[in-house]
């Protein structure tokens, strides 16, 4: 099985900057596309930024400027570096990542997500 942890979520003042972290864990082969996701109480989850093996990233309108996602392959981590936070920022923010396992399924795996709030 595979298990996605993240991190570094927290309260922070509108303007301030956030890492998050996720690391993957268990029975993986390989990670293509890693992305965060995040979604605010009442909406629906969105894509924030992607990323796949080679580095190459896509951003959400919303916080093109604002945010980098990063990867660290040899050690099956990704980050997000989030700056110039504004309050629409909040939500739980989630970890996904396409993985293929030693048993050859390859299918999306999720994370249990990490609250960021952004105080006005």
């Known amino acids: 099985q595979v298990q996605l942890v993240e991190s570094g979520g927290g309260l922070v003042q509108q303007g301030g900057s956030l890492r998050l972290s996720c690391v993957a864990s268990g029975s993986i082969f390989s990670i293509n596309t890693m992305a965060w996701y995040r979604q605010a109480p009442g909406k629906q989850r969105e894509l924030v930024a992607g990323?796949?093996?080679?580095?190459?990233?896509n951003y959400a309108d919303s916080v093109k400027g604002r945010f980098t996602i990063s990867r660290d392959n040899a050690k099956n981590k990704m980050y997000l570096q989030m700056n110039s936070l504004k309050p629409e920022d909040t939500a739980v923010y989630y970890c996904?990542?396409?993985?293929?396992?030693?048993?050859?399924?390859?299918?999306?795996?999720w994370g249990q997500g990490t609250q960021v709030t952004v105080s006005s």
């Open positions: 990323i796949n093996y080679g580095g190459s990233a």
């Open positions: 996904n990542a396409e993985v293929e396992t030693f048993f050859m399924d390859s299918k999306p795996y």
